[in-house]
């Protein structure tokens, strides 16, 4: 075969700096599959193949398993995945240098132990072990933060009101200079990246996640330097702070998560001062449905999360748990649709969701891209159905 752009396995692999033999293991494994196999069973591969290994081979030298690349990446090289792909790598790499310096901090202060005292500090030394495990949790780093570069992707291209939900949030809160805020399940900070202008100098912002990942995601995104912040890991059913705090507590779309939201409103309550105020949002139970009947109509086995977030914490049902906790509470909504004319952006977003999609879209993805394409050519309209409740003691 001789066609433009088309490369046999050999030239391929000599082009990539890789043995020929990868290629076929990577071909046998199901990670990377030829573009076209000839009647003769020749594998050739194209400049867009390129872009595929190169997720592949970096994936595997931050320690990543071939199962979890096999899981972590999508046979498609459009510049949106492209682009969300080399974004999340770039904070895995940035996540990795981090976890190294540690590592080297460890290693000096052991080995300056030793020469000093003679003895080994076994406490450091366990601590160095631990450390050298960190990229177990990697993976789930990387999951997280595709799942929400994702959805804010689809809201931020496509969403009809031009304000954006972040800076609505925002204007929420009535930040004003001398406040005291805590917010809980920050993510990767973006409430505050976009509204760092309208930030008084004067305030002190406690950031909370779960996560370290997301903890570190937001520091670098907002600025370590920046002052007003601090970073504290911790489950919110349990705020490590004492009672009246806070003159405001900030839970974005972080409630129907909770095992228990009750307690998470009780320690939200204790953690407030008299006169202060909790916003958190939700969803109502119209949200994005027009999603999940695209996907249910190419196959009607998937559903896109097994849990309906809204039945948990929504806009029907939360004002009723919040007011046995606070007793003014006010639903506010954000008025928005989504008009999506490509399909991508929506790909990405049913891949993040948390349901089975993956089970009955990975092996049929082109027919499934092919379907998508179909129903967004004309513009694919999607309701949403978010808001907050304000909340005050």
Not at 226 to 233: I, P
Not at 255 to 268: A, P, Q, T
Not at 275 to 302: N, P, T, W
Request: net charge negative.
């Amino acid at each position: 075969m001789n066609k433009p752009g088309y490369y046999s396995s050999g030239k391929f692999a000599r082009m990539a700096n890789v043995t020929l033999r990868t290629i076929r293991y990577y071909d046998k494994q199901d990670i990377l599959k030829p573009s076209f196999v000839s009647e003769s069973g020749a594998r050739f591969y194209t400049d867009e193949d390129f872009a595929r290994l190169q997720q592949i081979l970096l994936l595997k030298y931050l320690g990543f398993s071939l199962d979890d690349i096999r899981e972590m990446t999508i046979d498609d090289a459009d510049y949106h995945f492209m682009l969300d792909s080399l974004n999340i790598q770039l904070k895995l790499v940035r996540d990795r240098i981090e976890q190294m310096q540690l590592v080297e901090t460890a290693i000096m202060e052991t080995s300056d132990a030793i020469q000093k005292e003679r003895t080994i500090d076994w406490n450091k030394m366990l601590n160095l072990i631990h450390l050298t495990g960190m990229e177990k949790s990697l993976k789930n780093q990387y999951q997280n933060a595709s799942n929400i570069s994702a959805r804010i992707h689809l809201h931020s291209l496509y969403s009809q009101n031009q304000q954006g939900w972040f800076p609505w949030i925002y204007e929420q809160l009535e930040v004003c200079p001398g406040i005291r805020i805590l917010e809980l399940g920050c993510g990767d900070g973006t409430l505050w990246v976009e509204n760092l202008k309208h930030l008084p100098k004067e305030a002190d912002i406690i950031l909370s996640d779960i996560s370290e990942g997301m903890l570190r995601d937001a520091r670098r995104a907002i600025g370590a330097k920046d002052g007003r912040f601090s970073y504290e890991v911790f489950d919110c059913q349990h705020i490590p702070f004492a009672d009246g705090s806070f003159d405001l507590v900030i839970a974005n779309h972080v409630l129907f998560y909770c095992e228990d939201i009750r307690r998470v409103c009780g320690e939200v309550r204790r953690v407030l001062r008299p006169d202060g105020r909790f916003l958190c949002s939700a969803y109502g139970q119209e949200h994005m449905k027009e999603v999940s009947l695209l996907v249910q109509g190419f196959d009607d086995r998937i559903v896109l999360s097994a849990d309906k977030l809204y039945d948990r914490f929504g806009k029907e049902n939360g004002a009723g748990i919040l007011e046995e906790y606070f007793p003014v509470c006010q639903w506010k909504t954000y008025e928005d649709q989504l008009i999506v004319p490509e399909p991508e952006p929506l790909i990405s977003y049913v891949l993040s969701c948390h349901g089975n999609q993956g089970q009955y879209i990975t092996e049929r993805y082109k027919e499934f891209r092919s379907y998508v394409k179909r129903k967004t050519d004309k513009g694919f309209r999607i309701t949403k159905e978010a808001g907050a409740f304000l909340c005050r003691i």
